[in-house]
């Protein structure tokens, strides 16, 4: 069982930049792969980025260039860094984590998910 909590959400100017975080519990974290998925409203939920548990990192192609995704199994986080952003990027950020190897940009993949945190981006 892993539980995922997200943080560093946020209201932001247009070309600022957040750095979200997605703590998990569980011992065996190192072995998950962790994806970051948006839902603005009115959406449907979208891939954003994913780590595996090799560090191996993939990108929705609109994203790629302006956000990046790391993790540091030592503190059981996956961080997502997020520059240059924009009013479209407005939505709630959720992590989840699989113990799949493949599939990651879908969410169905995924077992585990948190609760979101918000991000709005003004113009």
């Known amino acids: 069982q892993v539980q995922l909590v997200e943080s560093g959400g946020g209201l932001v100017q247009a070309g600022g930049s957040l750095r979200l975080s997605c703590a998990a519990s569980?011992?065996?974290?190192?072995?998950?792969?962790v994806g970051w998925f948006r839902q603005a409203p009115g959406q449907e939920r979208g891939f954003v980025a994913a780590i595996s548990s090799k560090s191996t990192a993939y990108y929705a192609d609109s994203l790629k260039g302006r956000f990046t995704i790391s993790r540091d199994n030592a503190k059981n986080t996956v961080y997502l860094q997020m520059n240059s952003l924009k009013p479209e990027d407005t939505a709630d950020y959720y992590c989840?984590?699989?113990?799949?190897?493949?599939?990651?940009?879908?969410?169905?993949?995924?077992?585990?998910w948190g609760q979101g945190t918000q991000v709005t981006v003004s113009s």
């Open positions: 569980g011992r065996t974290f190192s072995s998950y792969a």
């Open positions: 989840a984590a699989t113990g799949a190897a493949y599939y990651y940009t879908n969410s169905r993949t995924y077992d585990y």
